[in-house]
């Protein structure tokens, strides 16, 4: 277990912090009396008190070297902000429902990311609990919770956190998060955490004031790098290392999602990966039940899915960029000039197949090759999805997909994740086509950041060429404008992509085709310059499912495979009840509800149809 922050024994509650250059450390108590407290240090620079008078609810600071008051580096919660008083916490007075909870098998999730502040009016967690009906009727087995660290004011995707053991004060602090998980798994569902340890955010910052915590050795795009491999590194790495199990114990969370792992670096002998993941499987034989880990990589490179045995970090896996951009510059090719070295459907087809999409070849982005191949990386190694915050929140006016195409195109997006031998990811309202934006907002308190991020913004957006000013990131309305309106899934199109969606997830989650994930049971061909044929089997090699998809505005004509002498329609975008017109007309000519093999199948433009073969008795 963590050496830092504080735990309650008994009558006692131990203060320990880390701060191996100090002479000196005072604790400051300010409630339930005004005391301070000496602490003793020990040889790896750990300074402790142990305080009778201390315990859930106290509030108190830590004093380095007869400097300033500080929060704790290691706080649980932070009901004042990044700049008040830290507040013990006592994680063994919850109590929790969920003793027969074991978790998920991530090869069957169906993952839902979450962020707190805007999936509801209220913005909390406790707000979402009502909510959980719908989305498990979808057939959504996972929320992903975007980071809840305690980050400056109320407003923030939560990328900015200085507290990453603090619960966010304005989301509802530790209990309401407990409260949250303890109904999700009453449910059903399991909840992931979106953690960042490749950086801290500058407001509320003063991890510098107790150790050498940032290494000046590598540069990330925050500054100063997490020092992992340079002088005084042991007691960095226990602090990020111990992360992981906090919350998965204390908070009974099931998974981990790691932002930007590319941008976390370790030289030493033992790899930060490697300790960190040793500590989680610890944890998981002591709790009983399974605990995932997923990792962001800009890497391009299996290792980070494949065991420290190997060579690798031990992610269980990530999340595969490459597929998102290959579809997305299909389906809106105005993308390109975003994703300029995308646009192909060989390159959707090698997604599906293999994985990464770049592995190895010259790059224009990135003006280098770039990537190594996951051929034959098996699909439940890879998260997928049509957006998330940052393809959303990156853009100038956070649109999402559902204003940049057309209904029948958002239907095969739709069709195109979920049909995937990958683990599908949805972005909160994306089931229904939400259509409000999902800006880049803030509510900082120093006024100088704020105008570092205004223009950081402004930067960002002109090396796109964007012709429009970005919102104003500390501008309220800004994050208003990024609350869902759920409303809207109850009518129109929009209840009708809710529909379908729940109608893919229903037929992944009932033939074993789908479940499949060995890459070596998937086929996939190209027809055309739009077409694709994926052609799935069971793991007994005995049934087989294909999906025809058409990204293009013309019909294109399909060779049914002959696998199966008799296949029949499992789904089909253009079949009337998924058809938006009002007056009941239908875009095209639903496909046949049999085929047989080598038959001609015409597929309309802007379509996915889906059929299963039939078993020879």
């Known amino acids: 277990m963590s050496k830092i922050g504080t735990k309650i024994t008994g009558p006692n509650c131990r203060f320990t912090v880390w701060a191996p250059e100090k002479e000196s450390m005072i604790l400051h108590l300010l409630n339930p009396v005004n005391e301070e407290y000496k602490m003793d240090k020990d040889e790896e620079g750990y300074f402790t008190a142990i305080v009778e008078e201390a315990g859930e609810g106290t509030r108190y600071f830590y004093r380095p ?31 929790w429902t ?87 798994h009453s449910m059903g569902i399991a909840v992931f955490l979106d953690v960042v340890y490749n950086h801290l955010g500058p407001e509320g910052n003063y991890f510098g004031s107790f150790g050498p915590y940032f290494t000046r050795k590598y540069q990330v795009p925050w500054g100063d790098a997490i020092n ?3 002088e005084w590194c042991d007691g960095v790495r226990d602090y990020f290392s111990d992360n992981p199990v906090f ?26 990966w490697d300790l960190t993941m040793e500590k989680i499987r610890d944890a998981e034989f002591r709790e009983g039940r399974v605990m995932h880990v997923i990792a962001e990589s ?30 997305y510059v299909l389906l809106h090719p105005a993308g390109k000039t975003r994703y300029a070295d995308f646009g192909r459907i060989e390159q959707l087809a090698k997604a599906y197949k293999d994985g990464f999409v770049h592995s190895g070849e010259m790059v224009r982005f990135r003006k280098r090759k770039y990537g190594n191949s996951s051929a034959g990386i098996p699909g439940h190694k890879f998260v997928v999805f049509n957006q998330n915050h940052d393809q959303i929140g990156n853009r100038v006016l956070g649109e999402r997909i559902s204003v940049l195409v057309g209904f029948e195109q958002l239907k095969l997006a739709a069709a195109a994740i979920i049909l995937s031998p990958y683990i599908p990811m949805l972005f909160m309202g994306e089931e229904y086509g939400e259509e409000n934006p999902f800006l880049y907002f803030i509510s900082h308190s120093d006024e100088a950041l704020i105008k570092a991020v205004r223009e950081g913004r402004k930067k960002e957006f002109e090396a796109f060429k964007w012709d429009v000013e970005p919102p104003d990131p500390q501008d309220e309305n800004t994050f208003f404008q990024s609350k869902l309106n759920k409303e809207k899934r109850l009518s129109g199109k929009n209840k009708l992509i809710l529909q379908w969606t ?60 002959s696998q199966h002498s008799t296949w029949i329609k499992l789904a089909d975008s253009k079949e009337a009840k998924w058809n938006e017109k009002k007056d009941g007309s239908i875009n095209a000519i639903p496909l046949p509800v049999s085929v047989n093999a080598h038959d001609r199948l015409n597929v309309p433009d802007w379509s996915v149809s889906v059929y299963s073969g039939v078993k020879e008795r």
């Not at 300033?68 to 008083?85: I, K, M, R, T, Y």
């Not at 979402?128 to 660290?149: F, K, Q, R, T």
């Not at 930007?260 to 002998?269: E, K, L, P, Q, T």
């Open 298 to 327: 800009d890497l391009n490179d299996p290792k980070v899915v494949k065991s420290s045995e190997v060579g690798g970090f031990s992610f269980e896996a990530q999340w595969l960029d490459d597929f998102h951009h290959a579809l």
């Open 98 to 184: 969920d003793t027969g909870w074991k978790g998920i098998n991530l090869k069957d999730a169906v993952i839902y990311e979450i962020h707190t502040g805007t999936f509801t009016a209220e913005g909390t967690f406790e707000a979402i609990v009502p909510y959980l009906d719908d989305i498990a009727s979808i057939g959504i087995n996972v929320i992903e919770l975007m980071p809840v660290a305690q980050f400056p004011g109320s407003r923030n995707w939560g990328y900015d956190g200085v507290y990453p053991y603090a619960v966010q004060n304005s989301y509802g602090g530790p209990s309401g998060l407990k409260k949250l998980v303890n109904a999700c």
């Open 228 to 230: 992992l491999d340079d």
């Open 502 to 561: 729940k109608e893919l997830i229903a037929l992944r989650r009932n033939r074993d085709a789908l479940r499949n994930t060995i890459k070596d049971d998937i086929e996939v061909n190209v027809t055309g310059e739009s077409g694709l044929t994926i052609l799935r089997r069971d793991g007994n090699a005995k049934s087989y499912i294909v999906s025809f998809f058409n990204f293009s505005d013309a019909d294109i004509e399909f060779f049914v495979p």
């Open 65 to 95: 070297d007869d400097g300033n008051n500080l929060p704790d580096p290691a706080s649980n919660f932070q009901p004042e902000g990044v700049h008040g008083p830290s507040q013990v916490v006592n994680h063994e007075k919850f109590n």
């Open 247 to 272: 919350w998965l114990t204390n908070y009974h969370i099931d998974g981990i999602r790691v932002d930007a792992i590319h941008a976390i670096y370790d030289s030493g002998s033992r790899h930060f």
